[in-house]
Each structure stands twice: as C-alpha cells, then as structure tokens.
C-alpha cells in the first residue's frame, strides 16, 4: 500500500490546538514560527492563509477568503498587520516556467548569468518581465540545472498594488510550484512524487524529485482537469526515463466525483495515484483548495531566496522597511541627531547671514560716506584753487611794488593762467633796467625774469629806457603761502 501525504505522528495531544494569538510583530515565538500567504483565487478574490509551525511540524492553520470588502475585518481576525511575513504565490499559468543549466556552480556567476538567460527566454522585453530561479543542482561536468520563473511585471504590479489597497504587503512573491514544494516538505517524507491540484479555475501539475521541482505545468480558465493531467502525464513520460517517472501521484481536487475520474486518467497511464490528506494529528488542518496558499506560508527561506519575484522597486520598499523595523532606534536616535544639527546650522548660518547683512550694510553706509568726503575734497580743492587764481595778481603787485625801485616806473602788467607776466615800464637808464630784473630773479614769487627789450624812444630828449620784462611765476610758494592762511 502506497504511503499517503500525511503528517509525521505526534504524541502530544492538543498540539494542533495551539492558538494563534502572539505577536505578528516576532515571527520566533519560543521555537515557533508564524507566518501568511496568499494566493489569487478569483477577481479580485484571493486565499489568506496563516499558518504556525515548529522544527516538528504544523502546528496549526487559518485560510479565509478576502476581498476589498471584507479585507478589514479578515485582517483584524487574523491578526494580520504589514510587517508580518507574507508570501504571495502565483498560479502556475500566470507564469512562464523554464529549466536550463548554466556552465558553473559559482553562485554569484549564477546570478549575473540568469538575467541573460531569461531575456533569451521571455517573449517580452526586459523591461516586461520579471525573473527569478529556483537551483535543483549540479552535475559532474560542472553545471548547474535550475528552474527559470517569468512572470509578467504589468499582471504582478496589479496583484500587488491590489493587496496593498486591502492592507496586506507581500514580503515575497514565488510560483505555486514552489509553494506546493514547501508543503511537501512538511508533509511528505520520500518527497519523490507528482502533484496535481485543482484550485477554481486554477490547475497544475508539478513533478518532484528530492523535494525539489523539476517539471510543472499549468492552465487556467475552463480547462478539463482529466485532460490536462492526461497531456501532463505524457510529457512527463517523453521528459524522463522510465527510473525518473513519478513513483506515484497525488490528486488534491475537491469532489469525489472528479477525484475518482482523476484516479481513473492515473491508471490509464500506468502511474499510481491518491487523493490528497492534509490531516494532522487527526484534524484536518490543509484542505484541497489550501495546498498553495498553506505552502507559502510555510516558506522555510522569506528572506534572501532567488526565486524571489517581487519587483525591485517594492524589493527596495521592504528592505527599507525592514531597517527601519530593526534598527528604529537607531534610526530615532540618528533622526534626532540630524534635526538638532540641522537646527544648530540653520541658526548659525542664520547668524552669519546677519551679520553679513550688517556687515555690507556698514560697507553702503561708508562707501557713501567716502563718496561725499571725495565730493568735498574736490569742491575744497576747486575753492583753494579759485582762491590762489583770485589773490595771486593781487601779490604780484604787491611784489612788483616792493622790488620796483624809485626811477623805475611801471606803465602796464599784463597776467594770463599759463603763469606768465609781462611787466612794462621806464628806467632812467639801460643799468638801472638791467638792476630791476636782477631784484625780480631774486623774488620768491618769480621763477625767472627776462628782458624782452629795452630801448631809448628816438621822440625821446632825455636817456629814458622802455622796458619790457617777460617774469615766469612760481606758483607752488604762493600756494603753500595761501593754504598757510
């Protein structure tokens, strides 16, 4: 007799009446686990399921179905808040599935590799898709088979942006197949079967070997389940040898009329089946249209897996989250810190802006006080100026007077701004002229005297002389001699 999909047995009776009520906040709870997921069932209806299990197994299991409508109040009765683990799975036909090998065991070449791989996969741009694989292992010559997971980023993004209006924030988004993975690592010991599971108009069948993905297949829609399991079976059967056909199959359909037909389809093909029993401890605690949404909750690795497809940008947006979580104090702290320094700037700079102002503010009043001191300093230069032209004739007769002797007489001055004076007059003789620009040379106030002409006039009866003396002034003297005053 075939071994069912059942539960280790636990000598603990009421272990699966553990309740659920502990903090969302601590996903560790003495040893225990807790943990959601979610799964589309329907427009815009999905399965949230929570479960809570330990290093021996399931301990217990809540699946409701939630919509815009009733999402709070599910959410309230769950327990639910957003920064609890969650896991959305993908139905297996939203997504395009692909197993490739790679040319190294490397983990971080796998990871630069895989981006390549996938765009030669995708039938949409890189910009269209998201990516994520799944390793199965390696061989002797040095490769590294694994499980390539696309799924659309427009059908993704509306999933996601639908569970945040209800409330709910995936941590992690992986495919069905992988959730039914993790169920079979909870449930089944050989973990060497196929799986196939009908869940509303959701089918899919998953071959397992080791615990591990390694053919899937998936439909949605108004598909016939027997169909389906029939053309799986098939190629299966082209896909692998005979020693790596599925020892056995378990059908988790909902039904015994579609059960029955789905063990019929089985034996037709020569492969043994079973329906599903997600029994613990005697309870039921995983029904047939819970299997996914169970088993992504039961993700034994949330954080840090390649197959992870959730988009880079809610990636960064969880990751931001999750630090602030950690480390909110030191965030609280550093905030502090940075709203005291900037207040200390801000006032610092405040007064230097002040004190510039002042500052440029004293330089305007200053300059314009140079300005007028420069205007006065020219008007006072323009009057010292006007002042030496207006008194300088006036001592230079008084000059001429005091250094004309007797016999000498003046008949004509003539004063022009180049500094020039040209003195006229009559000496008794040529010595007593030639006497008379000897005393103006020897004047301060001239620089240099010259005899223009001297002559006796023929009208003349006497021996009188008509002089002309040319005299350069010497200016500065008079000026200092002015400013003195």
């Known amino acids: 007799m075939s071994e069912r999909l059942t539960a280790e047995p636990d000598t603990n009776e009421g272990r699966h009446a553990t309740p659920l009520r502990i903090s969302c906040l601590d996903r560790w709870f003495r040893g225990r686990r807790l943990a959601y997921g979610i799964e589309p069932c329907g427009v815009s209806e999905y399965r949230l399921s929570r479960a809570l299990w330990d290093a021996r197994g399931l301990l217990a299991v809540e699946t409701h179905r939630i919509d815009p409508e009733n999402s ?89 942006d639908e569970l945040q209006s209800m409330g709910i924030r995936p941590s992690r988004v992986e495919a069905s197949t992988l959730a039914l993975s993790n169920l079979l690592r909870r449930f089944e010991r050989t973990q060497d079967c196929a799986f196939f599971s009908v869940r509303g108009e959701s089918v899919e069948y998953v071959h397992f070997r080791s615990g591990k993905p390694v053919f899937s297949r998936g439909k949605g829609g108004d598909s016939d389940p027997a169909v389906m399991l029939r053309e799986s079976l098939q190629l299966d059967e082209r896909r692998f040898s005979e020693s790596e056909k599925p020892s056995r199959l378990v059908v988790a359909v909902e039904g015994p009329d579609l059960v029955e037909s789905l063990l019929e389809t089985a034996a037709a093909c020569g492969v043994p089946a079973e329906p599903f029993d997600g029994s613990f401890n005697g309870q039921l605690l995983v029904c047939e249209e819970e299997t996914v949404c169970v088993g992504a909750a039961l993700s034994p690795a949330i954080e840090g897996s390649t197959s992870n497809l959730l988009p880079r940008r809610e990636a960064r947006r969880l990751a931001i989250r999750r630090i602030l979580k950690r480390f909110q104090w030191l965030v609280a702290v550093v905030l502090w810190l940075g709203l005291v320094l900037y207040g200390l700037g ?5 007064v230097v802006r002040h004190r510039g102002e002042e500052a440029r503010r004293q330089i305007t009043e200053l300059e314009k006080e140079v300005g007028n001191i420069e205007a006065k300093a020219d008007l006072l230069s323009f009057l010292q100026g006007e002042r030496v032209e207006s008194s300088l004739p006036l001592r230079l007769v008084l000059e001429l007077y005091d250094r004309t002797p007797p016999q000498v007489a003046i008949s004509q001055l003539n004063y022009d701004a180049r500094g020039e004076l040209l003195v006229s007059g009559e000496a008794p003789d040529y010595v007593a002229t030639i006497d008379y620009v000897t005393k103006l040379n020897e004047s301060d106030s001239i620089e240099k005297a010259d005899l223009v002409y001297a002559v006796i006039p023929r009208s003349s009866k006497t021996e009188t002389v008509e002089f002309k003396i040319k005299c350069k002034l010497a200016k500065k003297p008079l000026e200092r001699n002015v400013s003195d005053r």
């Open 346 to 350: 801000a006032h610092y700079f405040g």
């Open 72 to 160: 709070r109040e599910i959410r309230e009765k769950m327990g639910y808040r957003p920064s609890c683990p969650t896991v959305l799975a993908l139905p297996r036909h939203d997504l395009i599935v692909r197993s490739t090998r790679l040319p190294t065991v490397d983990p971080k070449e796998i990871g630069r590799m895989v981006p390549h791989e996938a765009e030669s996969v995708a039938p949409w741009s890189s910009e269209e898709f998201v990516a994520s694989y799944e390793i199965l292992g390696q061989d002797s010559e040095g490769y590294t088979h694994l499980l390539l997971f696309l799924a659309r980023q427009e059908r993704l993004s509306a999933i996601l």
